[in-house]
């Protein structure tokens, strides 16, 4: 095997957002070198055994083939003598994380832009997790930025492409590259978390619906939902992974999961339960019928009904965690349970030391992501199996379980509201006049404000320290917004105004419940100052 070195120079917008490196394809491919140095930068950076295995794979997306082979052959080149490289290059971000765990990996590469758009007009991402199996914390992520900014040459294997499509082992030296399962594990962690005996009897008289949206959960859904829990293979929706995603949007939000949006609202919906992931599996949304569960009013149901999932029958339910703008539902369930309940910034990369320190069992966000300490990912197809199972057990319909729980512990009205199309600087200019406001005389439904500012997190595990995540105004228990910008996009900038009324009647509107703190928020962030519209351009409710 010949190693290569190849001269190169820095990109100067190598820095990785909230989750990994995003850019548009066209960056990737019009750019020499573009994803060999942040690939050479991240083994650089990394400071792993390279005898111990690393993982690779992606959503199935465009360029995921060329970037796949490339990491093989860089990783080769770098001295790296177990690379795991998953079967057709399918791999999604949670069973990444799994696999990492169990073959003990000292890290793993998803090429993916999540829920961003793919093909040649769309995205491209890389996602790197260490070895806890949760994402690269923000520590490691600027070092190989700083790395990328001073890199001036990579090193490559000169070898041919590795045929993906069967699971086969290829010798280069002393170095192995092998073709892996990367279902499988993943399909035998559930069966183990879960109680598929009781899901499979509750539906042979319920029908779940799954859109796995043109993107990796596919082969997953198909092996979980059809296989070991009987579902019909035709009620799950596009269930193979195409390289531009037929052009969708992989996100699972009611207007871009639009066709199961509509049947669920639709009079005569045949499903109990109808649930979307996204591109790399990570995400979920849960429908039921005529009633759309926002993720952060899920994350409360779980955590309310965890003895009904076996994940959490064995360990003590010690705590959870949400991010800043997820609403505090969860909260009010965790002061129930007499439970820790821990408020971190936006991104999943805060949770994993939460988990490996046991003092959380259950974390989510508002931006569609749940999971458990099983992993150290959010994970799509797990929150599906969390709901079939507190279905199952409750033997009670979707709006049912949510009603008693509102009915027990109130409710928190909840919408997002996006801006995108800023600049970048009109954005950053926002969010640093926040501290300059007028706040004297701030209410909201006659309550006073009673606490403002920009997020700061100090992590309670090993005190690292982040501030600016995420700017907070809070009227008491009773209502809240959050202004930040997205982490990403790969275009301009995104502002984010999340919006939070709890009240203990929960028969009402959400977007009539949240609008008149809507405006509230916006004359207090002054929008029209900074962008030609106050209208967003879209509202998650
Ligand atoms: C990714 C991360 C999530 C995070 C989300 C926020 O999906 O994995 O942990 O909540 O980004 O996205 P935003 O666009 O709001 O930065
Ligand atoms: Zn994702």
Redesign the pocket.
């Known amino acids: 095997m010949n190693i290569n070195t190849v001269v190169t120079a820095p990109y100067a917008d190598q820095c990785p957002g ?2 990994g490196l995003r850019k548009k394809t066209q960056t990737f491919i019009t750019q020499a070198n573009y994803l060999e140095n942040y690939i050479q930068s991240c083994l650089c950076v990394v400071d792993v055994d390279k005898h111990q295995p690393i993982i690779i794979g992606g959503d199935g997306r465009y360029y995921n083939d060329i970037a796949i082979q490339q990491t093989i052959r860089i990783a080769l080149g770098n001295g790296f003598t177990d690379i795991r490289v998953c079967q057709r290059g399918l791999l999604s971000t949670p069973a990444c994380s799994h696999l990492i765990r169990h073959c003990q990996a000292t890290l793993g590469f998803v090429f993916s832009a ?1 829920h961003n758009p793919g093909g040649e007009n769309g995205d491209v991402g890389i996602k790197l997790n260490v070895a806890n199996g949760g994402p690269a914390p923000v520590s490691l992520t600027d070092e190989i930025y700083a790395y990328s900014q001073q890199i001036s040459h990579y090193v490559i294997a000169d070898t041919a492409d590795i045929d993906l499509m069967d699971c086969q082992y290829y010798r280069f030296g002393e170095a192995r590259v092998a073709v892996i399962d990367g279902v499988g594990d993943y399909v035998k962690l559930m069966q183990s978390l879960f109680d598929f005996a009781l899901i499979r009897d509750y539906l042979t008289s319920n029908r779940l619906q799954f859109d796995a949206m043109h993107a990796i959960t596919g082969p997953y859904a198909k092996a979980i939902f059809v296989d070991c829990l009987g579902v019909d293979a035709n009620d799950i929706l596009n269930a193979t992974p195409l390289p531009d995603f037929a052009g969708q949007h992989p996100d699972p939000s009611p207007t871009t999961a639009k066709t199961l949006y509509n049947t669920a609202m639709s009079p005569d919906c045949p499903f109990s339960l109808l649930a979307a992931s996204d591109g790399d599996g990570d995400r979920n949304m849960i429908v039921g019928h005529k009633l759309f569960v926002n993720p952060s009013d899920s994350l409360a149901v779980i955590a309310a009904n965890h003895t009904a999932i076996k994940q959490f029958q064995s360990l003590p339910f010690v705590g959870v965690a949400r ?1 800043l703008p997820t609403s505090r539902a969860v909260d009010v369930v965790a002061n129930a349970l007499g439970i820790d309940c821990y408020e971190t910034p ?3 990369k805060f949770f994993g030391n939460l988990l490996d320190a046991n003092r959380i069992n259950l974390c989510g ?1 508002e ?1 569609f ?1 749940t999971s458990g300490h099983h992993i150290r990912e959010k994970d799509g197809i797990w929150a599906v199996l969390c709901w079939l199972s507190i279905l199952a057990t409750q033997k009670q319909s979707v709006s049912a379980v949510m009603q008693s729980h509102w009915a027990r512990f109130g409710r928190h009205y909840y919408a997002r509201y996006d801006f995108e199309g800023l600049s970048v600087q009109a954005g950053e200019q926002i969010l640093a006049d926040l501290t300059q406001k007028d706040t004297k005389s701030l209410q909201f439904n006659q309550q006073d404000c009673t606490e403002l500012g920009h997020f700061s997190y100090t992590d309670p595990t090993n005190q690292s320290h982040i501030s600016h995540q995420g700017y907070q105004v809070k009227f008491g228990e009773s209502a809240r917004f959050v202004v930040r910008l ?4 790969t275009v301009g900038a995104t502002l ?1 105004l999340y919006l939070e009324v709890f009240d203990s009647d929960f028969m009402q509107q959400p977007d009539v419940v949240v609008a008149p703190l809507a405006q509230h928020a916006l004359a207090f962030i002054d929008l029209a100052r900074y962008h030609h519209t106050t209208q967003p351009t879209a509202i998650v409710c």
């Open positions: 909230t989750s999540s991010s936006t991104g999943w966000e931006s992501g997205s982490g990403t996009g984010r």
